[in-house]
């Protein structure tokens, strides 16, 4: 069959099913994210049907899923907010580092993968997955919540704590000088200030350039502005993500909502590939080894999370459920660690036991991750003696 012809054929069939799948999790009230994921798990390398023919598209896609994500989690949130929640929650940010990259570096060294393999490790763990969450937080309708703004602040530290370690990370990997490991971490932090400063200054202009009262027009300017803000941020050894989340924050005012409004249903439909592309390249023959491992760390990462998300939430004065929303919210991870351990394993510098580890706790947690944060409160409730209240019905 031809290349094109069968591509537009399983194209097909995974939007259709992904349709299936977001009914599905609709009517059973919680987020499709964990549906897409094992959706891709089935149909992947080693799975039931290998929907090979998809690859190329299915990785650009999954790219620009990640970035419009974060592009619009930036609209909900002026620059000026931004930077008020570093100010307050940079305690939270370190209290994160520590509690959730020293599992990691526990269990590298415990199997011997050495220094180098114990700083991948910690990456894998400390990071949580920015894509996941915000879709998640989207989905379960938590964005104009008190604890929502405790809880970006905390993934915008450790994007920007990842835009640092990235760079320190490639030059171990590649056995570069400690000069050239300063040299692009120098770099990174200069890009990053200097477009929160043009954030924050000169916002108004960047809403300006991209407003347009045509339709059309606005929506080519605002794809093409958050695809070239990524692309050169992640030119110059920043996140990707990072750079799309910053863009959204310098839209502001009427142009931010209109952007959201607009925006949305591609979103939706990028951001559905990317979930499904995680599962796509996961071989299940890889998952029973390792699962042992996998579990033990995902349930102490998971409480390591849920402890940084309450005590930040509680430094805020929120109630209970909040904090326990926050932590639960934090929990998944994904797009950073499968990067780590992809990178970790291309160099040749730890062993691929370590991509099979990765793979099989990110699996675990982006997929636990939606369900804790869609279920945590009604169990809260339910702790304190309270009645949980009612779910409202799903919109079709």
Do not use: C
Request: hydrophobic content about 55%; proline content about 5%; charged content about 10%.
């Amino acid at each position: 069959m031809n290349p094109t012809t069968l591509s537009l054929i399983q194209l097909g069939i995974v939007f259709f099913g992904l349709g299936f799948l977001g009914r599905l999790a609709g009517r059973i009230g919680m987020s499709p994210v964990p549906l897409y994921l094992l959706g891709g798990l089935a149909f992947g390398e080693g799975g039931l049907v290998n929907l090979g023919g998809i690859d190329g598209f299915a990785h650009i896609a999954s790219e620009i899923g990640v970035i419009l994500l974060l592009l619009m989690l930036g609209l909900e949130y002026t620059a000026k907010e931004l930077v008020t929640g570093l100010r307050q929650s940079w305690m939270a940010g370190l209290v994160d580092l520590v509690l959730n990259m020293l599992p990691g570096v526990a269990v590298a060294l415990i199997l011997g993968w050495g220094p180098v393999g114990a700083l991948v490790m910690a990456g894998i763990t400390y990071s949580s997955s920015s894509g996941i969450i915000a879709k998640v937080l989207g989905d379960l309708g938590r964005l104009g919540n008190r604890e929502t703004p405790v809880v970006l602040a905390i993934l915008v530290i450790e994007d920007l704590a990842m835009a640092a370690y990235l760079p320190i990370l490639t030059a171990v990997l590649a056995g570069v000088s400690f000069l050239g490991g300063l040299t692009a971490l120098g770099i990174s932090l200069a890009v990053i200030t200097i477009v929160l400063v043009g954030a924050l200054r000169y916002g108004h202009m960047v809403s300006n350039v991209l407003d347009s009262p045509d339709r059309e027009s606005f929506l080519l300017k605002l794809l093409g502005a958050a695809l070239l803000v990524a692309g050169l941020a992640s030119a110059l050894q920043v996140s990707a993500a990072v750079g799309a989340f910053l863009l959204g924050i310098a839209i502001s005012g009427g142009t931010a909502e209109n952007a959201t409004r607009v925006l949305e249903p591609l979103r939706d439909l990028f951001a559905a590939m990317f979930f499904v592309l995680f599962g796509l390249n996961t071989d299940p023959r890889t998952i029973p080894p390792v699962l042992g491992v996998a579990l033990l760390l995902a349930v102490v990462t998971a409480m390591t999370k849920i402890a940084t998300g309450w005590w930040a939430a509680q430094r805020q004065g929120i109630a209970v459920p909040g904090r326990a929303r926050a932590g639960a919210a934090l929990i998944a991870r994904g797009e950073f660690s499968i990067v780590i351990a992809g990178l970790a394993v291309a160099s040749g510098a730890v062993p691929n036991e370590l991509a099979a580890l990765a793979t099989t706790y990110v699996l675990i947690m982006a997929v636990s991750g939606p369900i804790a944060a869609r279920y945590v409160e009604p169990v809260v409730r339910l702790l304190q003696g309270k009645k949980p209240e009612p779910e409202p019905e799903p919109v079709f």
